[in-house]
């Protein structure tokens, strides 16, 4: 069994930064395909990036400000997150499987952590 544990969120003025981390345990997932995504209040949650072995990808809202890295050494992978607005407040959650998938859909991972929460203040 994977467990998924999310940190790094917190309150933050718009146009900051915040990292978010997401480290893994129970089971070595080096080669999993991790994403991240997000939910803010009354609204479905939504993809935000995913790292797999070959390739990483974003949601059209946070390409350019937002990056995911990984560091199979301690199962940990990490959304930096740039010149943060307003709508990027939210709960981040992160998510595992080991399927090589597209990464976009929450319904094709296996784990996922309890979430962080990320607000954005202006």
């Known amino acids: 069994q994977v467990q998924l544990v999310e940190s790094g969120g917190g309150l933050v003025q718009a146009g900051g930064s915040l990292r978010l981390s997401c480290a893994a345990s129970?089971?070595?997932?080096?080669?999993?395909?991790r994403g991240w995504f997000r939910q803010a209040p009354g609204k479905e949650r939504e993809f935000v990036g995913v790292i797999s072995y070959a390739r990483t990808a974003y949601a059209d809202s946070v390409k350019g400000r937002f990056t995911i890295s990984r560091d199979n050494a301690t199962n940990t992978v990490y959304l930096q997150m740039n010149n943060l607005k307003e709508a990027d407040t939210a709960l981040y959650y992160c998510a595992a499987t080991h399927r090589s998938i597209d990464g976009s859909n929450p319904l094709e991972y296996n784990y996922w952590g309890q979430g962080t929460q990320v607000t954005v203040s202006s």
């Open positions: 129970g089971h070595t997932i080096s080669s999993y395909t």
